[in-house]
């Protein structure tokens, strides 16, 4: 079973990329920009609370899937998650790259 799955591994890869060429062209939203090819974006997004958050509270049960342990988290963490979501409402994602604007909006979405 391991080698098979070593041997579909580059192949899967392939399948990946051409997928992602199949994918269309981004559109850009009324009144914004797509600053997809910035290499120093004029504003930068800090996402250390919600990486701590993730590694504190998300584990992979008996099956592999990814949970929340929500009951456990504390106020203390509430509260910073909370900052994070303020903090990032603060942001003009039109002064981000097209991988930071993708990362913003999951990450804003996704609490």
Known sequence: MKKLLILLLPLMAACASVQRLAL???????????????????????????TAFLSRYVAPDAQGVNRVAYGQVTQPDTARLDGYLVDLQAVDPTRLTRDQQLAYWINLITP
């Open 24 to 50: 269309p062209a981004p559109q850009v939203l009324p009144g914004q920009t797509l600053n997809r090819f910035a290499s120093a974006p004029g504003q930068q997004v800090d996402h250390r609370d919600w």
